[in-house]
Every structure is written in structure tokens, then in C-alpha cells.
């Protein structure tokens, strides 16, 4: 049996969540915005918007759901994540008004997928959304497979249906059968830019030339600059709307 709790129940319960999320990143996928206000989510004031799934068998923590309050005033901005987890972890720290919840991850224990799991956590974000009064429901979603097909434009890749007319891709179609709508790209959603030698420690490659590289897990080219001694990496993802 799988119980779905948030952090401000079980605030015990972060270290064992964050230990089972980190693994399951890629290990370069450390933006300024997520190193500067993710520790944010577990403070008492965004905690509420925070999921654990938890085995109740073993009481081990098998997923994690992470959202967070905005202010929406109009079009969504190409940088995405980046943009929402700022803006929705200023305005927690500031007290100031907000509107909308964003998606901002669900991170999933491998042995636990495949089954309805994910959906419940995306569920699970409405509930606090809408005791919090807020009306508006997004997510910069991360297509889970478009890192297979890295010559692929991500519009393009976006836009695959399968002969059932469902998104080709599973991420987009858990969020499309969800009742989600595709809004538009997000195509410098997450962005890192750090050394040359930090990027070889983080993928296990050798760049002996400045250009485009496909790295392990990216959506996109890592840019290295060789003049500049740095390597920098821009992530799409693709804006869409949940009914709320």
C-alpha cells in the first residue's frame, strides 16, 4: 500500500526524500535557480505543496512530487523552470501574492513505476493548489525520452502522436490523459553553464574541441567554448496547463 503525505505532515521524512531524488538526475542538472532556492520547498510555507509517496510495508519513500505557488500576470517565459522555481521561492520568502501553482518535478523510485503512481502524484498537487485559493495550474514538463532522440527538433519531437493519437512520448501522455494542454516550448527551461573540467567529471567524456556534444541524458547540445574554459547547456521544455 502506497500513502501519499506532504512534508509539512512528515517533515522527517525530506532527507530520505531528497537521498532517493537526487540518484535518479542527472548529475549535471544543477541550475543556478535550483542550487539557490530548492531548499526552499521544505520550509514551512511551501511544504504543504510537496508529496512523499511512501510504502507503508517498508516505510521507505518510493516518490516525491514537487510544486510551487506563482504569480501568473501573462505569457509563460522560454526560461521555464528556472523562472517558476525563482519566482514561485521569492515570492514564499517575501510574502508576496501568487495565483497559480507549477509542476516542478516527480521523481519516481524505478522499482515503482509503471503503475498509476505518477498520476497520483500529479494529482496530489491540486488539493493544497486549491485550498491556497490559488486558480491556475502549469508545468515545465521534461519529455522523458526526448534524450534518445538528440537529433530530433524538440517541437518536432513534441508534436510525435502515436497511431491511438496519444503523445508518442510517456511523460506527455501521462499529462495529456490527465486532462493537460500543450501551451508552448520552454527552450531555455533549465540552464548550467560550469568548467570544462567540471562537465568531464559529470559525464565521463573528453571535449578536446570547442562545438556541439550529445551527452548522456540531455534534451539538448552541450555548447563548449574552449576560449571561455566552460561548457554551457540549455534545457527545452514544454509548458502545458492542467484543469485545476
Known amino acids: 500500500m502506497i500513502a501519499l503525505v506532504s512534508a509539512a505532515d512528515r517533515p522527517d521524512l525530506v532527507e530520505a526524500a531528497e537521498t532517493m531524488s ?11 535557480a535550483l542550487l539557490a532556492y530548492w531548499d526552499d520547498l521544505y520550509a514551512s510555507a511551501l ?15 518510493v516518490a516525491v512530487g514537487n510544486s510551487i505557488p506563482f504569480l501568473q500576470q501573462g505569457p509563460l517565459p522560454d526560461t521555464g523552470w528556472d523562472w517558476v522555481m525563482e519566482s514561485g521561492a521569492l515570492a514564499a520568502r517575501h ?13 519516481i523510485n524505478p522499482d515503482y513505476r509503471g503503475s498509476s503512481l505518477a498520476i497520483r502524484m500529479l494529482d496530489a498537487m491540486k488539493p493544497p493548489a ?14 522523458t525520452l526526448k534524450s534518445h532522440y538528440p537529433l530530433q527538433d524538440f517541437a518536432t519531437y513534441c508534436s510525435w502522436r502515436r497511431p491511438d493519437g496519444l503523445p508518442f512520448d510517456p ?5 495529456e490523459q490527465l486532462g493537460a494542454t500543450i501551451i508552448a516550448p520552454a527552450m531555455v527551461s533549465m540552464s548550467v553553464t560550469a568548467p570544462i573540467e567540471q562537465w568531464e567529471t559529470w559525464t565521463s567524456l573528453r571535449f578536446p574541441a570547442s562545438g556541439r556534444y550529445a551527452i548522456p541524458g540531455a534534451l539538448s547540445p552541450l555548447e563548449i567554448d574552449l576560449t571561455a574554459g566552460s561548457g554551457s547547456y540549455h534545457e527545452p521544455n514544454l509548458w502545458m496547463r492542467h484543469p485545476l
Open 47 to 61: 511544504a504543504p505543496f510537496q508529496t512523499f509517496a511512501v510504502d507503508e510495508a517498508t516505510g521507505a519513500v
Open 171 to 175: 511523460w506527455l501522455r501521462t499529462h
Open 95 to 107: 510574502g508576496t501574492p501568487v495565483n497559480s501553482l507549477s509542476a516542478l518535478a516527480v521523481t
Open 22 to 32: 537526487i540518484g535518479l538526475w542527472p548529475a549535471w542538472l544543477k541550475t543556478e
Open 130 to 143: 486549491k485550498a491556497a485559493g490559488l486558480t491556475d495550474m502549469v508545468a515545465p514538463v521534461r519529455p
